[in-house]
């Protein structure tokens, strides 16, 4: 448990420029609530999104502060992996900056590394960092599913999951 940062400009795009969460909106009648609602609204879409990635969790919950740019994520999840999957997913969003994981897991493992992807990295050069092989890039694809779509597609910015090596 604990905090990732992430890059708040990178990362998928939920919240169209009119909604974007915790933006200055149209003046209502109480700021508190707008900011409220718009936190709601963005912490459902990042919830939706985590869904679409084929990720759950027991209780999966997903709440996002738009002052801090935090999301908060609870639930249990089954396992290790799946849990990291999911903070990394409710991580790279757009106008996210940090996680507060306050997740727990059915069965604990290792927890991984958290790798943030620079200009001019790609997965063999990352598994030779972290493992002294890059012919081990699989393992972290593998560890980035459904988020990763294909190994030629990762960009600045975004956080991966670095697993330990079993």
């Not at 003046?27 to 869904?51: F, S, W």
């Not at 897991?105 to 001019?120: D, K, R, S, Y």
């Not at 593998?142 to 294909?150: E, H, R």
């Amino acid at each position: 448990m604990g905090i990732i940062n992430f890059i708040k400009e990178a990362g998928e795009k939920l919240f169209g420029a009119a909604s974007t969460p915790a933006a200055a909106a149209t003046p209502a009648a109480d700021p508190a609530a707008n900011l409220a609602d718009l936190n709601q609204k963005a912490g459902d879409a990042i919830a939706a999104y985590i869904r679409s990635q084929g990720l759950n969790a027991d209780n999966l919950g997903v709440t996002y502060d738009g002052v801090s740019h935090t999301v908060t994520v609870t639930g249990t999840a089954a396992d290790q992996p799946t849990k990291e999957k999911i903070l990394v997913a409710a991580g790279n969003v757009q106008n996210v900056d940090k996680v507060n994981d306050q997740m727990s897991v059915t069965n604990p493992a290792p927890e991984a590394q958290h790798h943030t992807v620079v200009a001019g990295d790609n997965l063999w050069k990352i598994a030779e960092k972290y493992y002294g092989s890059g012919a081990k890039n699989d393992v972290i694809f593998q560890a980035n599913t459904p988020m990763l779509k294909s190994p030629d597609k990762i960009y600045p910015g975004q956080v991966l999951v670095i697993p330990p090596l079993q």
